[in-house]
């Protein structure tokens, strides 16, 4: 498994845009072959800055969503409304304790 880390940085004035947009693409980037799991993390500070935290089954299933029509249509709505440029980190978990 493949966890994906992405921080987002937007315009201040665009946040409503893309909170909008992600409730409208979130179930199919969920549902998209191979991602297990999806979660949006806002920052309690800095409330323009978003986390996207994704499981992937492996880093091919994350290169087929990055590489798809879904993504794509997401990025070309998403990419505009940035004020600063996105950040992402591929990681294994080496643990996890509920």
């Known amino acids: 498994m493949l966890v994906r880390i ?5 315009d201040p004035f665009k946040i409503d845009e893309f909170l909008a947009n992600f409730e409208i693409v979130k179930d199919k ?3 998209f072959e191979g991602c297990q799991f999806l979660e949006l993390y806002r920052d309690k500070n800095n ?3 978003f ?8 880093e091919d299933a994350l290169n ?3 590489n ?7 990025w070309s709505k998403t990419k505009p409304l ?3 440029k996105p950040e992402a980190w591929s990681v294994h978990k080496l643990a ?3």
């Open 6 to 10: 992405v921080k987002l940085s937007f």
């Open 29 to 31: 980037i969920r549902t």
């Open 47 to 49: 409330t323009n800055i």
């Open 51 to 58: 986390f996207t935290y994704s499981y992937w089954d492996s």
């Open 64 to 66: 087929n969503y990055r």
């Open 68 to 74: 798809s029509n879904l993504f794509k249509a997401v």
């Open 82 to 84: 940035f004020n600063g």
């Open 96 to 98: 996890s304790l509920k």
